[in-house]
């Protein structure tokens, strides 16, 4: 496989973060139960855990990336791609990630490639240690290991990391998403695994009750990988207190990053 690939797969992990880090539904269904928060469109995660008791669903419906490096093209599909979660205790959520089907197409003087499949299995504990229901700001942690499938689509290895989110109400309408992230992934050339360090910011507006947008900046880091820097953009759409469609876009800001990538997904919760 191209080298790529692995950035294409942390760009497709990279959709299920959070808006900022704040609620994205209407208004809270009962008093006791607090609003729904998402870790997706964006990368930077949200700060608060699903409420005890209750599940939440995160899917895309579709993430497609497209990079061009040296005379080589590679385009990338994950459709399904799903985080169910678990409310365990009022600050602490279970997550489970996984894709349903992946494709990497690679296309270059040499000829073509096609890669599919199940990809691998993401298991994440979300504990938020303060403001997960009142507060201008709210920190979590959320550490994660990534088990391998064995499938065309695995890493062969297993990876994991800590999440670090931080969210900051800043007014009524404008709040900041803060991550810092450092993961154990696979070094594609060499075999081995390498240490990769994240680092978003997240801008989130509510246009209106129901429509909210957001702007995110992202930078990655790697042992033996040149820096990445992302720029995203998206909309929410809120059609319950406990059901929000999003759809984006993401641009490479410099060579090392990938040109170009869309994607849309829906979040609920039961």
Partial sequence: MSANLHVLS????????????????????????????????????????V???????????FDYSRDTFEGERVESWALGQMNVKAGLAADLDLQVVFNSYEEVRVKGAAGADRFSGFGDVTVRLKKNLWGNDSGQTALALMPYVTLPTGAEMSSE?????????????LTERLSLGLMAQVDITQDVETGGQDLEWLHSATLGISLTETLGMYVE???????????????DAGLTLAVTDNCVFDAGVRIGLNRPAPDFGVFSGVSFRF
């Fill in 10 to 49: 942390l760009v497709w992990l990279s959709t299920l973060g959070g808006l900022a880090g704040t609620p994205v539904a209407l208004s809270s269904a009962t008093p006791e139960v607090r609003p729904m928060s998402t870790d997706r469109p964006d990368t930077t995660e949200s700060a608060y855990t």
């Fill in 51 to 61: 409420p005890a008791g209750m599940f939440q669903v995160e899917m895309s419906f």
């Fill in 157 to 169: 290895l297993w990876e994991g990391g800590l999440i670090v989110p931080l969210a900051i109400s």
């Fill in 217 to 231: 900046l992202v930078g990655i880091a790697g042992e033996d990988a040149d820096y990445i820097a992302l720029f």
